[in-house]
């Protein structure tokens, strides 16, 4: 079964508003959670991590205050783009890592801002 | 930096072909080196790796050596199947951060099998 679970796995919003991401991990707890971005043919690209119980740190090229992180708990992390547009469609994909060298991917959540 | 540079898709092939995906990397050290394999609706999963030179990842028929004079990491089967079919994705390691790894992966290579 699945171990890392996102929701929503598809959105569609209007442009300047806010969605909120999930990433949940379901066998364990992470006290670190990475969440990558991916446009159309082209590679996953790292844009932050998220680490619970304080602030996440971010790539660079990546505006904090568009992309908001909470990791409130062991298992939880949110991603929330604020007010989005169209830019701003992506597919965006969270990591987990289950210890020494065993990484977990959730499937994905597909961004669409009109 | 580090980059990944992986063979561009879509490949497409008849069930029991051979298949070699290329993937050259840039890196400051010696990363280790990761294949993700991605089905249909479903999340990255390892599909072999590798740490130093040298080694070889093998899982499920899949193979792929890490060539510190070629700084390659070509994945290859000898005999693909229809459950095959999917998203290939080449990767190396950023290092590692509260157990999780930093990743930085190719684009992708999308593999169709036909029976």
């Known amino acids: 079964g699945a171990v890392v679970s996102q929701h929503p796995s598809w959105v569609i919003c209007k442009s300047g508003t806010s969605v909120k991401i999930e990433c949940r991990s379901l066998d364990f707890q992470a006290t670190t959670m990475f969440w990558y971005r991916q446009f159309p043919k082209q590679s996953l690209m790292l844009m932050a991590t998220?680490?619970?119980?304080?602030?996440?740190?971010?790539e660079q090229g990546v505006e904090k205050d568009k992309f908001l992180i909470n990791h409130a708990s062991l298992t939880l992390s949110t991603l929330t783009v604020t007010s989005a547009h169209p830019e701003d469609s992506s597919f965006y994909i969270c990591?987990?890592?289950?210890?020494?060298?065993?990484?977990?991917f959730g499937p994905g959540t597909r961004l669409l801002v009109l | 930096g580090n980059s990944v540079t992986q063979m561009e898709g879509p490949v497409t092939l008849s069930e029991e072909a051979f298949l070699t995906i290329n993937c050259t990397y840039t890196a400051t050290g010696y990363p280790s080196l990761f294949w993700y394999v991605q089905y249909p609706g479903e999340g990255l999963q390892l599909l072999l790796k590798?740490?130093?030179?040298?080694d070889k990842g093998s899982n499920k028929g899949f193979e792929a050596t890490y060539r510190k004079e070629t700084t390659s990491f070509h994945l290859e089967k000898g005999s693909v199947q229809v459950s095959d079919s999917a998203v290939y994705f080449c990767a190396l390691s950023r290092g590692t951060q509260g157990g999780s790894e930093k990743l930085v992966f190719g684009k992708g290579t999308k593999l169709t099998v036909n029976p």
């Open positions: 998220s680490n619970e119980g304080s602030k996440a740190t971010y």
């Open positions: 990591q987990v890592g289950g210890g020494a060298e065993t990484q977990y």
């Open positions: 590798a740490t130093k030179a040298d």
